[in-house]
């Protein structure tokens, strides 16, 4: 089995800052992509940001240039620093790792969702 545990959620006032980290654990052998998305209730769930095991970023244009993803590989750990907050960021964020399993193969994950507040 494999975990994602995310943390770092709150309730932040417009420009400020938070910053997300999200470790895996379990029966792992090999972590790809890991990555970021949110969820507002009744809409779909959308791309923040992603990372390849080289350390190679990818943005949604929304955040570029406000929000940094990066991972630390030996910790099996990705982070999300969040600057200059909106209102328009208030969401649920998830994290997602693609990962090679030693049971079950390679399969997405999902961490259980921390919830990111930013007040106007």
């Known amino acids: 089995q494999v975990q994602l545990a995310e943390s770092g959620g709150g309730l932040v006032q417009a420009g400020g800052s938070l910053r997300l980290s999200c470790a895996a654990s379990?029966?792992?052998?090999?972590?790809?992509?890991m990555g970021w998305y949110r969820q507002v209730s009744g809409k779909q769930r959308e791309l923040v940001a992603t990372?390849?095991?080289?350390?190679?970023?990818d943005y949604a244009d929304s955040v570029k240039g406000r929000f940094t993803i990066s991972r630390d590989n030996a910790k099996m750990t990705v982070f999300l620093q969040m600057n200059s907050l909106e209102p328009g960021d208030t969401a649920v964020y998830y994290c997602n790792a693609n990962v090679w399993n030693r049971w079950s193969g390679y399969g997405d994950y999902w961490g259980q969702g921390t919830q990111v507040t930013v007040s106007s």
């Open positions: 990372i390849t095991s080289g350390g190679s970023p």
């Open positions: 379990g029966s792992i052998i090999r972590i790809n992509d």
